[in-house]
């Protein structure tokens, strides 16, 4: 788990730093490149389903019950990450579902992509938050 932690963490940084390269292909010329707005799309999308990846893998470290690492308040931060992401991934394929086509019947305000994302999102949130709870009840709280 924590080598393929490891390696989706890189992949999530290249991504990261290809999307801020091509935000900057927006200000460094003055004629928006084409499909620029796709491939960033489309790299938010694989840096997302990095991002989702890295924190599925380490919730197989931290909120296993029979690993020695096992501590709600860390399971909990990981099933956050999780929800963050799972919002941010759908938004990106939604997103690259309307800006990767030359197809422009689709209705612009319905965008399934988020949709999705924010239901998967709000469970994440809750079921973090519920863990939460249950460590700050048994006084499992992290020290500052």
Not at 70 to 84: F, I
Not at 97 to 108: E, M, R, V, Y
């Amino acid at each position: 788990a924590i080598c393929t932690r490891n390696v989706l963490s890189l992949v999530q940084d290249f991504g990261r730093v290809s999307f801020l390269l091509e935000q900057a292909s927006h200000t460094c010329g003055k004629d928006e490149q084409h499909g620029v707005r796709c491939a960033e799309s489309v790299t938010a999308a694989v840096t997302g389903a990095a991002s989702l990846g890295k924190f599925i893998s380490e919730m197989t470290v931290f909120c296993n019950r029979s690993s020695v690492l096992w501590e709600p308040y860390k399971c909990s931060d990981r099933l956050e990450g999780m929800a963050w992401y799972s919002d941010s991934l759908f938004s990106a394929i939604g997103a690259s579902t309307k800006l990767c086509t030359s197809d422009a019947s689709g209705d612009p305000l319905l965008d399934y992509g988020a949709c999705v994302g924010q239901i998967i999102s709000a469970g994440g949130y809750i079921a973090a938050s519920a863990l939460s709870m249950t460590a700050a009840a048994k006084y499992n709280c992290p020290s500052s």
